[in-house]
Structures are given as structure tokens and as C-alpha cells.
């Protein structure tokens, strides 16, 4: 079947566009389910059915079924049963985890608080690493999912304002990226003329790959969506962009101005939108009609977006430095880390509150405006809590279990995912324009969609791991 024809991509098109997402708290726990799938993976093999650290073909297919498949049933077959399936799946991993620390060969002891405060523990917890894999996830899902009838159209990009599901993917990845970024590690850059010769240089291979993106999908009639980005303008080059300002504003602004310049970007850049004229611009173009003539004018929406991706960027960092700040190896000292995240989180739903509620300015990924800046930050270190709690936790049964470290399942698929992250956003990518040339997708029942989308995931996840064990890394940020 041929599915290149104008007719199927024009009605393509219509199918992923003018749509308005879902609400804030809908999204806000579709990124909590985060925490309840890596615990129930957690008790499966670490407390119900222990194995052994390595990767092996059940080890990984137990991570998967875990880890990945809850998610992408969140987000089509179950998406009228979110907070439904959440409650269950929690319920049945707290419930087997108790009755099984609770039987008899098990010598659990019940520690109080005051016996595991000091208690040393992992001092590299993996909620960072379960953060920026999720990310990718998620992503991997929706790119491919939402060009199926079972992939709900509330969840999809929303066209100018709104709350998608898909609206926080590349926001989440700055900022994934930017709390572990050199300088949130406390590794600056030197000023000089070698550091931003550097810079563009390792810049190089995201705008070639942002390049071959636009080609492919020109030469292809791909459909896409021009309101996103612009004409020729896409993620890769977004990534780009935020590499060169990054490093010219690490090397010349002092850090103790970080924070402040990024606050007065974003807040700049608000006000030129709402009293300069930008807003205007940005919907209607040059001549006020919504042409695309000119290079600048064609791609106006990327370009101004990265405005507010940069505060994004750096206030990420600022994060990751709070986190990155000391070595932590007590209980007590998590626990402060986890009170600080959770503390950042609600200051920022209540600054997004304001933002959206009294000001009026709702979220719009395509303008990346204050309010969406606001959105992914309190999104960000809400799911980064979560996370971290869950680690607690799972220290807390192990420690009161007797369980070792080692028999930890430390290096699961997550880390694989996050070992080339990259790569498997690369990769989901033209395994998504495969599958959409070969047949048309918007016209799928839900069974074959579903069984397709999953085979998707599937292969996504045996590829990471494969490229993991042989300790092959594809590095291109």
C-alpha cells in the first residue's frame, strides 16, 4: 500500500495537528507512574524472585514488562483507567513485598527511623538515571503512538496553548540533560577560543543530523508539522543552538548570575510576547497571514522557542548542582535532598498556578513561554521526587530485609536506555518514519496497533541492551 500520495499525508497531517491536550494533573501523574513501575520492578527482582545483577534474556524481559510496557499502555489502551491501574499495580507490589518480608525464612526486622538515619547507603542513587531514561521513554512512545487511532488525541502536541502529553518532551530532555551537565557537576569550562572552537565541533553531528532530517523528510512527503519548529528548523538543531549558548554564557557570566540572567531571559522574553509584538509575529508572520517567506520568517518559531529553552537550560543546572552539591551516604541526608526537591516542586506549581491562573499566560510549547518553562520545572522535579523517593524506600526494605547491594539489580534497561540516550531517540525516530512508509497507521484498528507499537518498544529496548553489554557507546551531545 502506498501512503505517500498528498491526500493521505494532508489527512495525516489533520490527525496529529490543532489539537488542545489534557489537563496538567493528567500529565502530572502520567509521570508519576514513573515511580510505581520502577518499585514494582524493584520487588520483582530484588524481594519476590531475586536474581543476580547481570543482564540475561528474563532479566530483561522482566524489565521491560515492568518498566516499559505499564507506560505505553497508560497511554493508549488504558488511558480512561490511569489513576486506576496506578492504585492496582502499587497495591499488588506493597501487598507482595510485605507477605513476602513477612514470611517465616525471612529474618525482616522493622527499623524505626532513629535506627536507619545514619545508616550508609548507595551514595549514587539511580533516580537521576531513572529520570533521563523515562524521558526517552516516553518520547519513544508517543512519537510513534500518536500516529494510531489507540493513542489518545488529548495527549497529543497541543497547536499553540495547552497541556500535551507530548508538549513536555523536549523540555524534559533540556532539562534531563542540563542536571548533569558539566557545570552542574562542578566541571566548568575554560574561556578561550579552544573551548568554543570545541563546542562547535561536537556541535557539528546535531545540525548534520538536523539537516538530514529536514532532507529525508522533504525528499520522503513526509508529513510534519511546521507550526512545531518552522519549515526547516527541528530538535536536533534546537539541541544545537542551546549547546553554543550555553557555553558562551558558562564561560563569560559569572555563576553566581546564572540564575538571575536565565530569570530575566524567560521573563524578557514574556514581556516582548506579550507587549512587543513577538506573539503577534510568531502566529501571523511578516505579513501577517502566516507565510513563511524568508529563511528567519520560515523558522521563526524555533528560533524564538530557544529563548526559553535557554532559561530552561540553565535553571536545569541549577538544579543539578543543588543535587551534585555534596556525597551523600546516610538516610538523613537523602531524606533533606528529597525535602529541598519536593519543597522546589511545590514552589513551582505554585508559581505555574500564577502564571496560568491569575496572570492569564497559558502553557505553549511552541512558544516556549514563561508558563511552559514554569510547567516543565515543577513537572521535572515532581517526577525527580517521586523518584528519589522510591529509592528511599527500596533502601528502607532493604536495609530491613537484609538484602546486600549486590544483589541489587543495578544495571537494568534504564541504564542501557541512558547509556546512549541519544542514539535511542535517534533510533525511535527512524524506526517511527519506517513504520509510517510502510503503512498507513491513522487507519489501524487498536489490536494491530497496539501489537506494532510494542515490537516498536521491544526492539528499541534488546538494542540498547545489546549496544550496553558490548559497551558500545554512540555519542553525539
Known sequence: MSTGNSSYKELHEQFVSDHVGTTSTEVSALLSATGITVFARVCVQTFLWKTTPRFTWYTVAIDHLCLVLPLQLFLTLWNEYIFLCQSCILLLSLTAVILKLNSRHLKTQWLSWGEIRERHIDPQLSFINNFRAYVLVYTAISILGVDFVIFPRRFCKAETYGTGVMDTGVGLFVISNAIVSPEARGKYRNPGVRCLVNCLISCLPLLFLGLLRFAVTKGANYHEHVSEYGVHWNFFITLAALKIMSTLFYIYVPEFLWSLCALGVVVGYQYSLDYGGVKDYLLLGEDGKGGREGLFNANREGIFSCLGYFALYVFGTEIGKMIFRYE???????????????????????????????????????????????????????????????????????????????????????????????????????LTGLVNISMATIHMTPLPSFLILTLYMSSLSAISVYLFVRRVRLKFW
Open 328 to 430: 551523600r551516604w546516610t538516610m538523613s541526608a537523602w531524606r533533606t535532598l528529597l525535602i529541598v526537591m519536593m519543597t522546589m516542586s511545590v514552589f513551582f506549581w505554585a508559581m505555574y498556578s500564577i502564571s496560568a491562573l491569575a496572570y492569564g499566560e497559558l502553557v505553549s510549547r511552541r512558544f516556549a513561554n514563561l508558563t511552559y518553562v514554569l510547567w516543565i520545572l515543577a513537572l521535572s522535579t515532581q517526577t525527580m521526587s517521586v523518584l528519589l523517593l522510591v529509592d528511599l524506600i527500596v533502601e528502607y526494605l532493604r536495609i530491613s530485609a537484609g538484602v546486600t547491594m549486590q544483589t541489587l539489580p543495578t544495571k537494568g534497561l534504564l541504564n542501557a536506555i541512558n547509556y546512549n540516550g541519544l542514539f535511542y531517540f535517534l533510533l525511535s525516530n527512524v
